[in-house]
């Protein structure tokens, strides 16, 4: 098997735990993996504002609140407007999304960042380049994205934004 043949397999792998994970996230949560990030942000945070979500997981302010949108109809979040400056609007957990945000399974980075962790700084660099490189010959480093490994709510989020 040629190299170019195995790196492809090795793509392809990736791109299924990917799903696979995304999927029974989604079946045992309800939620997407840029939900639950989302989430766990403004747990972590307390109120939050979009931009300042947006920022915190390296996605489009059109995308975040897409997300929001739809966690706030799900009743998992709310959104209060400031009292003295109406532009800006702060985003809590309702007491259903902190119950939610309890009883979700892990985001499948918080064990790939565990082992990358364990890697040597040098294995690290290495490994980096490499992947930028993919995304480069991918056409896919300009592409809006979060360090969540997801792929659910990227392709709706997508779709939409393309309408």
């Given at each position: 098997?040629?190299?170019?043949?195995?790196?492809?397999?090795?793509?392809?792998?990736?791109?299924?735990?990917?799903?696979?994970?995304?999927?029974?996230?989604?079946?045992?949560?309800?939620?997407?993996?840029?939900?639950?990030?989302?989430?766990?942000?403004?747990h972590e945070e307390g109120p939050v504002t979009s931009g300042v979500l947006a920022r915190s997981v390296s996605l489009s302010q059109a995308t975040v609140t897409t997300i929001l949108d739809r966690l706030e109809k799900k009743t998992y979040?709310?959104?209060?407007?400031?009292?003295k400056d109406k532009r800006k609007v702060w985003i809590n957990l309702s007491d259903t999304g902190k119950q939610v945000l309890k009883s979700a399974p892990a985001l499948l980075q918080e064990s790939f960042v565990k082992s990358f962790g364990e890697m040597k700084e040098w294995e690290q660099s290495l490994l980096l380049s490499s992947l930028q490189r993919i995304a480069s010959m991918m056409q896919a480093s300009d592409l809006d994205a979060s360090p969540v490994l997801d792929?659910?709510?990227e392709r709706l989020v997508n779709v939409e934004e393309s309408k």
């Open positions: 098997m040629q190299t170019h043949d195995q790196v492809l397999i090795a793509l392809r792998q990736i791109i299924r735990a990917i799903d696979l994970h995304s999927k029974k996230l989604e079946r045992e949560s309800g939620l997407t993996g840029p939900q639950l990030l989302i989430m766990q942000i403004i979040l709310t959104r209060e407007r400031d009292s792929s659910s709510e």
